[in-house]
């Protein structure tokens, strides 16, 4: 398919309402007109799109993008889409094509039990709900869906957000969210299970995130990406409703599962120590060097 044109080309064809639809475009314009076709009555009720696409090569000098790109994009959209699989023919040679498929039937509460594996501080838990809010009182109302699924490990640590299906590398409004909910949650047990010792300092995020395993994957009616590489969003609905969300589930589940609460809070604390420890013998180590140098 890919030699029979030597510029850029693009074939889209499209099933849906009993008829395949099809289009052919060249450098950007449509050759040939719309071919519609009715379908046997075996298959009136296919629906699906399918594109192919040979790059220009006066635009697109270099087109030898590595495997592991479409591995990785395929895996994303296996994990935000459950039950959908995600299929990889890579033609390794003329003729001969190695296959790879990506399919998560719970969407992210599996792909979180993958990463936490055998031997996570807490069971995996994976939390729904749709809020409806504005991000601003002259703003209209919209609607947000929130699944985030996360567990405590002491093995790995991962934070990953996805909108509308797509990865968001920098995070933006569900990753201060997360932020924020958690340090607010944990530090109310801390303080009303007497955790701190007198004169404590609280705890602050990296303390949780060393331990805490967390992928959320949101739907919105309306999106505000923070730039035009969309890595993050700006959402400030999306924000407070998923913070408040996490922050009212978090109490509720600290309360039902009391031994995983004191596990989480126990790890958090010594990841809290630790890091104070270090910080002093740091401090303390550059102090002496300072003066050894002023001598």
């Keep these: 398919c890919a030699t029979q044109y030597s510029s850029e080309y693009m074939d889209v064809t499209v099933w849906r309402d009993g008829f395949e639809y099809k289009l052919h475009f060249e450098r950007g314009e449509i050759v040939g007109g719309l071919e519609k076709t009715p379908l046997p009555k075996s298959q009136v009720k296919k629906t699906g799109t399918r594109t192919r696409w040979l790059p220009d090569l006066d635009v697109f000098t270099d087109i030898a993008i590595p495997a592991e790109y479409f591995t990785d994009v395929l895996k994303r959209q296996a994990v935000v889409n459950a039950g959908v699989t995600f299929r990889l023919r890579d033609e390794v040679s003329p003729g001969r094509f190695e296959t790879q498929d990506f399919l998560y039937e719970n969407g992210i509460r599996d792909y979180l039990a993958e990463l936490a594996g055998d031997d996570p501080i807490t069971r995996p838990v994976c939390w729904e709900a749709e ?66 010792t007198k004169g404590e300092s609280k705890i602050t995020f990296p303390d949780v995130q060393e331990c805490l395993l967390l992928v959320s994957s949101n739907f919105s009616t309306q999106t505000s990406y923070e730039n035009q590489t969309k890595k993050a969003i700006t959402n400030k609905f999306v924000q407070d409703a998923m913070s408040e969300f996490l922050r009212e589930q978090l109490q509720v589940y600290f309360i039902e599962n009391r031994e995983a609460a004191e596990r989480i809070a126990n790890q958090v604390l010594v990841n809290k120590r630790s890091r104070e420890t270090a910080e002093r013998t740091r401090l303390n180590t550059r102090k002496k060097l300072t003066e050894k140098i002023d001598i």
Aim: with cysteine.
């Design 131 to 196: 809020r409806q809010g504005r991000d601003r009182a002259d703003k209209p109302e919209y609607k947000v869906k929130l699944n985030i699924a996360w567990c405590f490990s002491n093995r790995v640590h991962l934070m990953e957000h996805y909108h509308n299906s797509s990865f968001l590398e920098h995070g933006g409004s569900p990753d201060k969210a997360t932020r924020l909910a958690f340090v607010a949650a944990l530090d109310k047990y801390l303080r009303e299970n007497n955790k701190y």
